[in-house]
């Protein structure tokens, strides 16, 4: 059974940022992805990256905003977002299938998911 621990959520002003971090408590470098949950609505993809870090994948509405990186040293996928906005408030999980070596967008496609982050984001 793989753990992934998340840290780094908070509460932020608009124009803010914020790094979150997912580390497997596995050392192995998984495809992992990155999803969040707004309140009343459904689970939605923000971003992944594929094991070796080549290849990254954004949602529509945090490209150019979030990015997506891993330190494979540290076993650690992070995700750096900067000019937060109100509609980024949500649980932000992160996720990883030990089959996955390409990034991937659909939830489906990983087994193992963290508990969850809370960013909140003030207008």
């Known amino acids: 059974q793989v753990q992934l621990v998340e840290s780094g959520g908070g509460l932020v002003q608009a124009g803010g940022s914020l790094r979150l971090s997912c580390a497997p408590s596995t050392v192995r470098n998984y495809a992992m992805g990155w999803f969040r949950q707004a309140l009343n609505k459904e689970r939605e993809f923000v971003a992944a990256i594929s094991w070796s870090g080549d290849t990254t994948l954004y949602a529509d509405s945090v490209k150019g905003r979030f990015t997506i990186s891993r330190a494979n040293a540290k076993n650690t996928v992070y995700l750096q977002m900067n000019d937060l906005k109100s509609e980024d408030t949500a649980v932000y999980y992160c996720?990883?299938?030990?089959?996955?070596?390409?990034?991937?967008?659909?939830?489906?496609?990983?087994?193992?998911w963290g508990q969850g982050t809370q960013v909140a984001v003030s207008s």
């Open positions: 996720a990883a299938d030990p089959s996955l070596v390409v990034a991937a967008r659909g939830p489906g496609e990983y087994e193992y």
